[in-house]
C-alpha cells in the first residue's frame, strides 16, 4: 500500500471538518478515490466517535472511528477562536472541497459558510449534512439516526409482522446521506471542470436521504393509498422472496421470475404447484403468499442449510444461507474483490477494515492510509499551506490548533 494519494480524485483536496458518521463517511469515499482529505478535529478530544469503545484494536483505536476514517490526514483547530477559524478560511482557500455537518447556522456565525468562504475561492464546492437541510420547519432540530428511521418511515416497515418495530442494523439514514453527499459533490465538480462553472453548494439531509431511499415502499403506497406495514424478510410485490426455516439454520429463496418459481417447484419435487391456480401468476403467489409460505416451510424443515442450498443452486434457483457479518467477511469473494483490507497503525497494530465498493480497471480503492491519530499531521499540512514554524508555534501557544 502507498501512501501517496492517487486514483480518480488525485489532486483533488477536500477539508472535513464533519464529525460522526455521515460525513466521515463521505470523507472516506472521496478519500478512497485519491482525494487528499484533511479532517478538521477539535483539539479536545476530536471526533466523537474516537471514544466509542469498546470494541476497540488495541487499547485506543474505536473500532467505529476507525471504520470511517482511514485514507484521510487529521489536523486540530479550534473554532471557537479566532485564529483557528482564520486558519480553516486559508484552508479553504486552498482546497475543491469543504465538508461540514455544524448545527444550522453555525458556519454562518464563524464566517465559514459558503458565501464567506467562496469570496477567496469561486470554485469552492461546500457540503453540508444535517438532519433535516438547511431549510424548511425542522432545520434546526438535532437529529440522530434513531430518529430518522422513526420519522422517516423506515421502522414501520422494518420487523416482523405483529411485533415492535426495529431500527435497520446499521445506521441507514446517516449511511445513506453520505452516499447522496458523495455523488452530489462529484457533481458539482463534475460541472465545475467540464461546464466551466464556479463551485457550488450542496445542502444534504439525512431525513431526505432516507425518503429517498424507500423507493418502492414509497411509491407501494402512493399507488394504493395504504401504507406498507413490516412484513419480516417477505417482500411486497413478490413471492416467494423471503427467508424459510431449515433444520439447522435459516435459508433465503428470491424467486423474481416465472421460469425461477418452475425450477424451484422441480427442486422439491411439486411439479404440480406449477399449474395450481392459486399460484400460478406472481400476482397470484402474493394473494396467497400465506399458503404458499407453508408449503415451502414444509418443504425445507427436515432438510439441513446445506441440503436446501445444493439442492436449489443446482436447479438454478436464487438461494442462499443467512449468516453472521464474520461468517460474511469469511467468503472467498471477500478476499477476490478486496472488500477486507489490512492497514498498519502506529499503535495498535494491524487494523482489519471493510473495503471499498468502487472498483476501477485502473485503480483498486485500498486503505492507503490508517485511521490517523488525532492531530497527527498539523504542522505537515499547516506546513504545506505555507505557515512557517514561528506561525504554527504561535497557534500552538494560543489554543487555536
Known amino acids: ?12 483536496t477536500v477539508l472535513d471538518a464533519s464529525r460522526v458518521l455521515a460525513g ?7 478519500g478512497d478515490l485519491g482525494a487528499d482529505v484533511i479532517k478538521v478535529e477539535r483539539p479536545d478530544g476530536g471526533d466523537q466517535t474516537r471514544h466509542w469503545t469498546p470494541p476497540a484494536f488495541g487499547d485506543e483505536v474505536a473500532s467505529y472511528y476507525a471504520s470511517i476514517n482511514r485514507n484521510k490526514r487529521s489536523i486540530t483547530l479550534n473554532l471557537t477562536t479566532e485564529a483557528g477559524r482564520e486558519t480553516f478560511r486559508d484552508l479553504a482557500a486552498e482546497a475543491d472541497v469543504v465538508l461540514e455537518n455544524f448545527r444550522v447556522g453555525k458556519a454562518a456565525e464563524w464566517d465559514l459558510d459558503y458565501e464567506t468562504l467562496s469570496e477567496r475561492n469561486p470554485g469552492l464546492v461546500f457540503c453540508s449534512i444535517t438532519g433535516y437541510g438547511q431549510y424548511g420547519p425542522k432545520a434546526e432540530r438535532p437529529a440522530y439516526d434513531l430518529m430518522m428511521q422513526a420519522e422517516g418511515g423506515m421502522m414501520s416497515i422494518t420487523g416482523e409482522e405483529g411485533r ?6 446499521v445506521a441507514v439514514a446517516d449511511l445513506a446521506a453520505g452516499m447522496y453527499a458523495t455523488q452530489s459533490i462529484l457533481a458539482a465538480l463534475f460541472r ?9 453548494r450542496v445542502d444534504i439531509a439525512l431525513f431526505d436521504a432516507l425518503l429517498g431511499w424507500l423507493t418502492y415502499m414509497a411509491t407501494d403506497g402512493f399507488a394504493s393509498g395504504e401504507a406498507p406495514e413490516r412484513m419480516g424478510s417477505r417482500h411486497p410485490n413478490i413471492a416467494p422472496y423471503q427467508a424459510f426455516e431449515a433444520a439447522d439454520g435459516y435459508v433465503v429463496v428470491a424467486c423474481a421470475s416465472q421460469a425461477i418459481w418452475h425450477r424451484l417447484c422441480q427442486s422439491i419435487d411439486r411439479p404440480d404447484l406449477v399449474d395450481d391456480p392459486r399460484f400460478e401468476t406472481n400476482e397470484r403467489r402474493v394473494d396467497n403468499r400465506d399458503e404458499l409460505e407453508s408449503i415451502l416451510t414444509d418443504a425445507f424443515a427436515d432438510e439441513t442449510v446445506d441440503e436446501v442450498v445444493d439442492l436449489l443452486r443446482t436447479n438454478d434457483v436464487p438461494v442462499g444461507r443467512i449468516r453472521d457479518v464474520l461468517e460474511a467477511f469469511d467468503d472467498p469473494q471477500v478476499e477476490a474483490r478486496g472488500m477486507r483490507q489490512r492497514v498498519s497503525h502506529p499503535t495498535a497494530g494491524e487494523l482489519e477494515l471493510p473495503g471499498s465498493p468502487m472498483q476501477f480497471g485502473e485503480y483498486a480503492a485500498t486503505a492507503r492510509r490508517h485511521p490517523p491519530l488525532l492531530g497527527e499531521h498539523t504542522e ?22
Open 192 to 200: 465545475r471542470e467540464f461546464a466551466d462553472e464556479g463551485g457550488d
Open 380 to 401: 505537515a499540512v499547516l506546513s504545506e499551506l505555507g505557515y512557517s514554524d514561528e506561525e504554527i508555534e504561535r497557534l500552538q501557544e494560543e489554543g487555536a490548533v
Open 1 to 12: 500500500m502507498s501512501d501517496d494519494p492517487t486514483g480518480p480524485l488525485d489532486g483533488v
Open 24 to 30: 466521515p463517511f463521505c470523507g472516506m469515499q472521496l
Open 164 to 169: 415492535p418495530p426495529v431500527r435497520v442494523g
